[in-house]
Structures are given as structure tokens and as C-alpha cells.
């Protein structure tokens, strides 16, 4: 079985450009979350997705972020425009039915200068 | 504000020796907590986890230990192997959202 596949794994961008950063969940996961851990900081909850909707919005830090996962399979999160703060790593994970078990991908490492 | 405070930020063991890492919670409400295990470019893996009705999981040489009325709970993993060596994160949920600590870094000398 593939486990959850992020790409870009690096992205280095300039402030104020936009990143689309894309997960793809084991196959039949309904459920898909963001995370993402800012240098040094713990790791924070970003959102949940249930198939194609949104169930748990409410770590976006702000309205430069837009997440979506149409058809429900794979999901892009992206950032526009970015800012420095943005920097970090930004995982996503996915799992068969709502619990805890939840499978990390290796993460997209973005960094803004 | 931060709901789970890890400790310590870095450790070294020695191999054979036990690593011991620690985490307090704030929120109550909290019913789940598992420990996650990275290596460097993987993202984190569940290591075990423990439910607030149980003071103590053990799988293998890792052991939860839950002490619910002072809201902590540790890792200890023994007879450390250099293999162990990763960044291990406490982290505590309900409703299915993780709250994670800072992180440890974890390293075992040969």
C-alpha cells in the first residue's frame, strides 16, 4: 500500500509569490488533514477534510491559505500571497475512518525569503 | 498558548540506558495521547498511544506512563539503541485534533 505522498518535498519562494502544495492520501482515506510545524515551534492542526468537505477549518492562520479537495482524493493547500512567517513544514496525513489513526506524509519543507 | 508542554528539548542516553521524556497537559478534556516518532525527512509516525482510563501501555521496549490527577504522562523507552535516535512528540487530542508538544530530540551513543 502507498503511504501519503506530498510534493513539492522543498519549496523556497519569494515573499509575496504564491505555493500550491499537494497531498495525496492512501487510497480510500476519506479522511485528510493539514498540519504544519513552523521552525522550532510544535506542530499545529491546520484542517480536516471528510471526502471533498471541510470538517475542521479552524487552524488556518489567516485568509492567505485555501485548502481544497476536490472529488475527494488528493488536496492542495495554497498559500498566496505567501509571507516569511510562513516558513515551515507542512504535513499531511490521512486516514481510513474518523479516529487517531492517522498516517503523516514526509512533509513539504516551504520556506519564504 | 501552548496546551502541551514536552520536556526536555534534547536528551542523550547512552545505549542500554533508559530515555525518559515528559509531557504535561493543561485541558481535561483531552482523550487520547499518543507519542509520535520521526526520523529526518519522514514525517511523524505513531509510536503508542494511552487513553486517560489506563496509568500504563507498554509495547515492547516503549512504555506510556499517565498520571491523570497531575496531568502528565512520559515516554520511557528502554535499553536505547542507537536506532532510537529521532525526534519524539507527545501530543494529546479530542475530537480527533492533535495538540502536540514542541518535540525532543533524542540521540543514543554507541
Known amino acids: 500500500e502507498a503511504g501519503v505522498t506530498q510534493f513539492p518535498s522543498h519549496s523556497v519562494i519569494e515573499k509575496g509569490q504564491t505555493v500550491t502544495l499537494r497531498c495525496d492520501p492512501i487510497?480510500?482515506?476519506?479522511?485528510l488533514y493539514w498540519y504544519r510545524r513552523v521552525m522550532g515551534k510544535e506542530i499545529k492542526f491546520l484542517l480536516h477534510?471528510?471526502?471533498?468537505?471541510?470538517?475542521?477549518e479552524s487552524g488556518m492562520p489567516n485568509n492567505r491559505f485555501l485548502a481544497e479537495r476536490t472529488g475527494g482524493t488528493y488536496s492542495t493547500l495554497k498559500v498566496q500571497p505567501a509571507e516569511l512567517e510562513d516558513s515551515g513544514v507542512y504535513f499531511c496525513?490521512?486516514?481510513?475512518?474518523?479516529?487517531?489513526?492517522?498516517?503523516f506524509g514526509s512533509g513539504t519543507r516551504l520556506t519564504v525569503v | 498558548q501552548q496546551q502541551v508542554k514536552q520536556s526536555p528539548q534534547s536528551l542523550i542516553v547512552q545505549k542500554g540506558g533508559i530515555s525518559i521524556i515528559n509531557c504535561a497537559y493543561e485541558?481535561?478534556?483531552?482523550?487520547?495521547f499518543p507519542w509520535y516518532q520521526q526520523f529526518p525527512g519522514k514525517g511523524p509516525a505513531l509510536l503508542i498511544a494511552?487513553?486517560?482510563d489506563v496509568s500504563e501501555k507498554k509495547e515492547g521496549r516503549f512504555t506510556i506512563s499517565f498520571n491523570k490527577s497531575a496531568k502528565q504522562f512520559s515516554l520511557h523507552i528502554m535499553d536505547s539503541q542507537p536506532g532510537d535516535s529521532a525526534t519524539y512528540f507527545c501530543?494529546?487530542?479530542?475530537?480527533?485534533?492533535?495538540?502536540w508538544g514542541a518535540g525532543t530530540k533524542l540521540i543514543i551513543k554507541p
Open positions: 496525513a490521512s486516514s481510513q475512518v474518523f479516529n487517531y489513526g492517522y498516517t
Open positions: 487510497s480510500g482515506h476519506d479522511n
Open positions: 477534510f471528510v471526502k471533498e468537505s471541510k470538517q475542521d
Open positions: 485541558n481535561t478534556a483531552f482523550d487520547y
Open positions: 494511552i487513553r486517560p
Open positions: 501530543a494529546a487530542s479530542r475530537n480527533y485534533q492533535l495538540i
